[in-house]
């Protein structure tokens, strides 16, 4: 089998909350009437000067993976790391080719990617629902609102973006408690996007504590791993960061700075290069989850394949992009039962286009585009 063609295509979906995100659906085309599907996560978090112009991204792609066989999956990857494609975006572009290859291999063999990784160990995998950093007072019940809604559908856990408002953040909690009781459990408070460096974390995370959560992620990376090492120090809860290879799990760990591992497939690219990063994990003896981007189901598929293969998945995940989003681009999105994601069985990653919902969500990714 051999891949004989490369279509990328920007789609912009709409969350709940009116915020637009944007993506690339990744197609790759083979001899055998095979299509692998991939996907280039939320760019919307990423300024429009840094991603990519995606038709010349496309040609890019093109020249670099037609005529080579999926299977071939280490060296084909090699080759896109090393070309870097889209720039600062390139952990997007590697873990969409990553996706779109092992969801071939999978397809070919008529198997699910878990089959791929040593086999299902979990059909289904505890998730959170976020609530996003509040700014208004207006926020605080909006956001209680949501977690009614989402109890209501039989998500019981939350995680929190805290930090640019903690008299918000502390009137939201306090809301929790007292609407919601032991219903609903608070995953994390989350400051990756709070300005603190790692005194102001301790204060505010000690301020927060009488509201039970059970870790905080990403406290004062400002303050770096030295930063993050004296709140691991200091606080009675588990610290958790993101990481972009096996080698910051080993200096994170060296340091004592962390007590679990966030693993995103978008910022590692993809799913060969995430397997490592569990296997180090558990041998420094530190804990795992699998974090977000905030995927649409294709990609969420691929953190669900992951997740079911790995032993070592000891905390709730965070993907739960295919209910905030209002619109998806396939046939029949991931599902979720009772607070869980449920891990989708069809061979790849399950996944089937809705060509007439991807034709309807086509949109340019971002009027400013770039090169390499």
């Known amino acids: 089998m051999k891949i004989t063609d490369v279509t990328l295509t920007p789609v912009h979906t709409r969350r709940e909350t009116g915020l637009v995100s944007p993506h690339v659906i990744v197609e790759l085309a083979t001899d055998e009437g095979l299509v692998g599907l991939g996907e280039m996560s939320d760019f919307g978090h990423i300024p429009p000067y840094m991603s990519p112009y995606v038709e010349g991204l496309e040609a890019a792609l093109k020249e670099t993976l037609v005529r080579r066989d999926p299977f071939d999956l280490a060296r084909t990857e090699e080759l896109v790391r090393q070309r870097h494609f889209g720039g600062s975006s390139a952990s997007l572009v590697a873990c969409s080719i990553d996706l779109a290859l092992y969801d071939l291999q999978g397809k070919a063999l008529g198997r699910p990617v878990y089959d791929l990784l040593g086999g299902k160990v979990r059909d289904r995998i505890p998730v959170c629902y976020p609530i996003f950093a509040m700014r208004n007072p207006e926020d605080v019940e909006q956001n209680l609102k949501r977690v009614a809604d989402r109890l209501a ?172 989003y209002q619109d998806d681009v396939v046939r029949q999105r991931v599902r979720y039962e009772q607070g869980h994601l449920i891990v989708p069985s069809g061979p790849g990653l399950g996944m089937e286009i809705d060509r007439d919902l991807l034709h309807s969500l086509r949109r340019d990714l971002f009027a400013d585009r770039i090169g390499w």
């Open 153 to 324: 559908e039989g998500h019981t856990m939350i995680r929190l973006y805290f930090g640019l408002n903690l008299d918000l953040d502390e009137a939201f909690l306090d809301g929790v408690r007292q609407r919601f009781g032991k219903q609903v459990q608070i995953k994390s408070l989350d400051a990756g996007g709070a300005p603190f460096n790692w005194q102001q974390a301790i204060q505010a995370i000690r301020r927060l504590r009488q509201y039970d959560f059970m870790l905080v992620e990403s406290p004062c990376r400002r303050s770096g791993i030295e930063g993050m090492a004296e709140v691991r120090r200091q606080v009675d809860v588990p610290i958790s960061e993101h990481v972009g290879s096996a080698a910051d799990v080993l200096r994170l760990a060296q340091a004592n700075a962390v007590d679990i591992i966030n693993i995103c497939l978008s910022s590692l690219g993809g799913i060969y290069l995430a397997r490592p990063v569990f296997a180090v994990a558990q041998a420094v003896g530190v804990a795992c989850l699998i974090g977000t981007t905030q995927e649409l189901s294709i990609g969420t598929s691929g953190q669900a394949q992951l997740g079911a293969a790995m032993l070592n998945l000891d905390y709730p995940c965070d993907p739960v992009g295919p209910i905030l």
